[in-house]
């Protein structure tokens, strides 16, 4: 048949085929191109990583195989994700509720360990960033854990257990307690079917097919010997000596290769040989507190990297870099000795949190104070950048709540303690000399303050005087050698002192200034509207005095004692479950079964109670039903505030925000950021919205698109919101 457009099949096929190269050509231009000119479709979802760099001490890291990212484990309980090649977080995997101790790849990359004080293991997916697995070992915590050679078995240890764990399919293969391999996990022999571990009697191998031991190095009594580092394959140990040298030994020929000198700069953990085990790497605890890099053929140091003391070092696969941490992380050329990358803390890590009212009103005011002599005031309702307030930094700024919800800070400056209003930053006229080494305390209302000096002969005298005209209205001599804490009853009647030194309390009526009564306990506690006094004695409960009736009331229960905002209920626990008690009816309310700290407190609605436990988390529980709230919005030990309404909840975070809570509605609301510079700030919803100043928007929003990052500017046009914070607070709204 002819062809109708005069040209053959032969040419019309070559035609086809030539356009099909040129096509295919373009899109494999174009996708080739798209992650190196930035360029990502509109459509795609940008995941919004706030660059706050390390917050707290590192504790552990790892490269990955290809050596692209580095991983570190901190304090903090976070893991981070860092890109090599720029310092930037790609992301942070949340999961443990303790320090991380130790991470490792799998051998193929896809798989990430992570060993915590928590006494659990987690396998992440690298990528995704999710938990695959959890192993919760009859072990205490985990301080090692270790992929076999070929990626089936992943070993996790304590100093009292191992556990080794099937990766595939989770399943706990041998657990070892205290029998011949209680001790120390340092990873897999070089046969890759036995462990390296060390105890105080012994450093040996241990073969899991036959469950013997296969090596070993006795440790005589008086001859201290310990495992500062074993090579990636197993096959060299570093094992340091009573004096400090470090010795290096071939497990598998069973003979010592070379020894390092400790003399002059000294020598301890941490330390690590590269890849190919001709380096060891190791921290100085003298002289510089560099970290030195070792021949371990012939012992000879090569060089030094930095001046700083570390926490935590790792070599790359190729052993080109070398990776050491404290509160930053630094990567290094190992070859010359250059700086590559650094990885610094970029935001303000605010140490104490209240929650005030704008003029009286229902409307919540952020108050953070940083501990760097600064105070970072946010006005919510507004979306107002924070004012900052600065104090001398001779002494903490300290916070003063009073009846109207606003609330007081204190300096000192020239010689005198100077009053400040937190929201206005207009000093206060009162006239009330706080000497600053002495305890001192205001009562709720901020109309007395009580004052400690010495009297001689180991006495106390107590001055309670006017805050505003610094007039003395009562003073006593307290009948103890010291005063721990005081607290005042919210109508200014009782005033209770306690002492550490013989473990005791006195309450003392202020219009007479007489003590009415004396307690003996390690923890006595005034409720706030003055009607009780709970003193807890170890093993013998907690007793409760009506000072109405001065009739006596008694609850099961040890350790540390809080009583709600009007009295209503007692809180009681510590190391053991929280128990609170309806202190009126004596009725059973509530029991919390965990190991708790000692530290607990009631919101101002009474409804919820904040718990901190060993777990190394805090813990909001509803007190009429015992359900737990907001799972795991904070760390141990973390500032946490109410505001006066329950409403809003302020909460210092593991990344350095500060965590702002709609309690109600039991949702995050939005994440506060002030850069280390004091001055710049962001605020990030967790939808990926976002507001801030332009140097801190700069320097802490990126965004990660896959294993992508790019910079604030590519995605400002779809998640910029000015004035995000006032949108946030009007939509939810505050209670009349």
């Known amino acids: 048949m002819p062809n109708v457009f005069g040209k053959s099949d032969r040419e019309d096929s070559s035609i086809f085929r030539a356009a099909l190269v040129f096509l295919t050509a373009l899109i494999i231009l174009s996708v080739w191109e798209r992650p190196c000119a930035g360029q990502v479709a509109d459509s795609e979802s940008p995941q919004l990583v706030v660059q706050t ?32 090649a720029t310092g930037h977080l790609l992301r942070t995997l949340e999961g443990h509720t303790a320090k991380v101790n130790s991470l490792v790849f799998s051998p193929d990359g896809k798989l990430l360990a992570s060993g915590s004080n928590d006494r659990t293991t987690i396998l992440w997916d690298v990528a995704t960033g999710k938990a ?23 070993a996790s240890g304590s100093g009292e257990g191992i556990a080794l764990w099937d990766v ?12 011949a391999l209680k001790g120390h996990l340092f990873g897999f022999a070089p046969d890759g079917h036995s462990l390296i571990v060390e105890s105080e009697a012994r450093i040996a191998t241990w073969s899991l097919k036959h469950e013997i031991l296969t090596w070993e190095m006795p440790i005589e009594k008086g001859e201290p010997r310990r495992i500062l580092a074993t090579s990636e394959d197993g096959r060299l140990l570093a094992l340091q000596d009573s004096h400090s040298n470090i010795g290096i030994r071939d497990a598998r020929a069973n003979q010592e290769v070379s020894k390092i000198s400790s003399e002059p700069v000294g020598l301890r953990n941490p330390a690590a040989f590269s890849p190919d085990r001709k380096i060891l790497a190791c921290q100085s605890d003298r002289k510089d507190h560099a970290v030195r890099l070792w021949d371990v053929a012939s012992g000879s140091e090569l060089r030094a990297l930095g001046n700083s003391l570390s926490s935590a070092i790792a070599f790359s696969p190729d052993g080109h870099k070398l990776a050491v941490a404290y509160t930053s992380i630094t990567i290094w050329d190992v070859a010359s000795g250059s700086l590559l990358q650094e990885m610094k803390g970029n935001v303000e890590r605010p140490k104490n949190l209240r929650i005030s009212r704008t003029n009286g009103k229902n409307e919540p005011v952020l108050l953070a104070d940083s501990g760097r002599n600064f105070l970072h005031v946010w006005d919510l309702p507004s979306g107002r950048p924070p004012r900052l307030e600065r104090y001398d930094s001779s002494t903490h700024a300290q916070f003063i709540a009073r009846a109207d919800g606003s609330v007081v800070i204190t300096d000192w400056r020239d010689g005198k303690r100077q009053f400040i209003d937190a929201l206005t930053g207009a000093k206060l006229p009162w006239l009330v000399d706080l000497p600053p080494s002495f305890e001192w305390h205001t009562s709720p209302d901020a109309t007395l303050a009580a004052i400690t000096e010495s009297a001689g002969d180991e006495q106390i005298r107590i001055h309670v005087k006017e805050v505003v005209t610094g007039r003395e209205v009562k003073s006593f001599v307290s009948k103890t050698k010291d005063v721990g804490t005081m607290a005042f009853s919210n109508d200014n009647r009782w005033l209770l002192t306690t002492s550490f030194f013989n473990r005791s309390a006195d309450l003392w009526d202020l219009s007479t200034g007489e003590s009415e009564h004396h307690f003996q306990g390690e923890d006595v506690v005034l409720s706030p509207d003055g009607r009780w006094v709970a003193s807890c004695s170890s093993g013998a409960g907690i007793t409760v005095l009506d000072l109405q009736t001065q009739v006596q009331r008694t609850f099961s229960g040890n350790g540390s004692v809080t009583f709600s905002p009007s009295g209503r209920f007692l ?30 407190f009631f919101s101002p609605d009474e409804r919820y109670l904040v718990t901190d436990s060993t777990v190394k988390r805090a813990q909001v529980w509803e007190v009429s039903t015992g359900r737990e709230i907001l799972p795991s919005f904070s760390r141990q030990g973390s500032s946490v505030r109410f505001s006066a309404d329950s409403r809003w909840l302020a909460a210092e975070a593991a990344d350095g925000s500060i965590k702002i809570w709609d309690v109600d509605a039991e949702k995050l609301l939005a994440s506060l950021y002030v850069l280390n510079d004091g001055e710049s700030w962001l605020a990030t919803t967790p939808d990926g ?21 790019y910079p604030a500017a590519r995605f400002a046009k779809q998640r910029y919101r000015p004035g995000l914070l006032a949108g946030i607070f009007a939509k939810a709204g505050t209670k009349p």
Not at 53 to 81: H, K, N, T, Y
Not at 132 to 154: C, M
Not at 580 to 590: F, P, Q
Request: zero cysteines; glycine letters at 14%.
């Open 53 to 84: 760099g390390p917050v707290g001490a590192v504790s552990a890291m790892a490269f990955s195989p290809d050596g692209r990212w580095l991983v570190s484990g901190s304090e903090d309980q976070l893991i981070r994700v860092w890109e090599v």
């Open 132 to 154: 695959k697995r959890r192993f919760v070992a009859p072990t205490r915590e985990i301080y090692q854990v270790a992929f076999s050679p070929d990626g089936q078995w992943l």
């Open 168 to 179: 595939s399919s989770g399943k706990l293969l041998q657990g070892f307690g205290y029998g």
């Open 571 to 600: 809180a009681v626990g510590h190391n053991g479950p929280i128990d609170v008690w309806e202190v009126v009816s004596g009725r059973h309310v509530l029991s919390l079964e965990l190991l708790s700290t000692g530290f607990h």
């Open 689 to 709: 919205y976002f507001d801030g100043g332009d140097t801190a928007v700069k320097k802490l929003v990126t965004w990660n698109v896959g294993d992508q990052i």
